[in-house]
C-alpha cells in the first residue's frame, strides 16, 4: 500500500501536469479494499498555511457520473409505474417536444437514457429559473438558437450524440411525474436510501458540508495555460458559506458568472436544469463505491431490495453499439451505452479505461471545471475503480492516453488502482 500511495501522492507534482487533489476507493471481489485521498480541497490564493486537505469524507462535484446516479432514480419511477421508458416524453413534459426536423417521430425516455434522443447541446444547458426547458426547445425560445438544440440530420433512436441536455430534461420530467423538486426527489428516493449524504443543491448542506467541499481548479488564466501559474478556483468556492440557493451560470451576463436562483419563485417541472443534473452531484469516491455496490448486489442495499435485480440488468444491456457510422463515439471514449451506464467494450486504444483488463467495465466517467471522475465496475467479478481528479494543471489536449481515448490522468490513476485486483 506504501508504494501505491506514494506513486498517487506523485502525481499531483508533476511539473508539466500537476493535480490539486486526488481521492480514490477500490472495490474487490464484492468488499472495498482501499480509499486514500491526496492533496487539498482548498487552496489558498496568497497563504499556503490556511490551505484545505483533501479527506475521505470530503465531496466533490463530480461531473457526468451524476447521470448515472440520476437513472438510478428514473429507474425507480419507472419501477412505479410513473415512467415508462417507450413513452413519448411529451406526455410527461406537459408541452410537446419534438426535432422540427422530425415532427411525427417521438422522443422517448428511452432515447434521453441512451443519448439517441436527437437533443443537442447547443451553447448552453442550464438556465436559471425563471427560464423553463421549453426557452431551449420552442422558436420563440430565449436561447431557441436557431434550433440549435436538434440534430437535423438523425431521427430520435437512430444515432447517438452526447448531450448533457438530456439529462436536463429528465431531471424537469421527473419533477412532473413525482410531484417533488429535483433535488428533493434525488436525496430522498436514491441518495439517502444508498447511504450517499450529499447532493444536487449546496444550499441544502450542512455548513460543515460545505466547509468539506472541495474546490475545483484549473491552472488556466484566460484561455492560456501555465503549470507552473497559480492554481484557479472553477466552482465550488464557497469560503465555507453555505449558499442562499443553487448556483448556475448566468446566461444575460457576458461573463457567464454563476448566479443564485431563488427557489421561492420556482415552478415544479419548469425546468430542473439549474440542479445540474448531468453533472452536479456532490459525492465523494467512498460514496460512489455504494453505487458499484448495489448493481454487483442486484439491488440490495443492506436488507432493503433498493431496486429490482432484472431493473439493473436491464440498465446494462446495450442500447446503442457503435457500428462504424449510427453515432459520435466523442473521439473513440463512447462505442456503447445501457440506460444512464457508459458500457466500456475495453477497445485498444479507444475505450480501453485499464490496459489488458480482460473483462467489459461498466459505470461512468466525468470531465467539467477541471475535474475528470471515474466509477467503473465489473459485475462479473464484483470490481470497481473510482478516482476524482480536482483539477487540471496542464492542456488536456497536451496530455493524452498512452493506450486510450482518454487522458494520461485517468490512465495513471486506474492503472494504479488497478494493481490492488491481482
Known sequence: MQSLEVYLEALLHDPQHPIPSLQVAVVRAGEIVYSESFGQRYLHPHD??????????????????????VALGVMKLVEQGKIELDADVSLYLGFPLRNPAFPEVP?????????????????????PSPYTLQDFFHPQGRFFEGG???DPRHAP???????NLNTGVLGTLMECVAGQRFDVF???????????????????FSPEQVGNLAVLYRKQTGGEWNPAGPWVAQVDDYGGVVPPGPMVQDPDRPDNRFVVVDLSTYRLGSNATFFSPQGGLRASALELARVALLFM??????????????????????????????????????????????????????????????????????????????????????NALIYIVGGQGGDPATYPGLYSAYTRWGEEVLTALASLLD
Open 148 to 150: 440549435a438544440h436538434f
Open 157 to 163: 433512436g437512430t444515432y447517438a450524440q452526447y448531450a
Open 297 to 382: 448486489n442486484q439491488g440490495r442495499v443492506g436488507e432493503v431490495q433498493f431496486l429490482k435485480p432484472q431493473t439493473l440488468e436491464q440498465m446494462t444491456q446495450p442500447q446503442w453499439t457503435w457500428d462504424g457510422h449510427n453515432g459520435d463515439t466523442l473521439q473513440g471514449q463512447a462505442l456503447s451505452w445501457g440506460l444512464g451506464v457508459w458500457r466500456f467494450t475495453n477497445r485498444p486504444g479507444q475505450d480501453c479505461p485499464v490496459r489488458g483488463y480482460p473483462r467489459p467495465w461498466f459505470g461512468h466517467l466525468g470531465d467539467a471545471y477541471g475535474l475528470l471522475s471515474g466509477l467503473l465496475f465489473d459485475l462479473e467479478e464484483k
Open 107 to 127: 422522443i422517448r425516455v428511452r432515447h434521453l437514457l441512451c443519448h439517441t434522443s436527437s437533443l443537442c447541446d447547443g451553447s448552453r444547458y442550464a438556465l
Open 186 to 204: 434525488m436525496e430522498q428516493e436514491v441518495l439517502r436510501p444508498l447511504g450517499m449524504e450529499g447532493g444536487f443543491n449546496v444550499s441544502r
Open 48 to 69: 499556503p498555511n490556511q490551505n484545505l486537505p483533501v479527506d475521505n469524507q470530503t465531496r466533490f462535484r463530480v461531473a457526468s457520473i451524476s447521470k448515472l446516479v
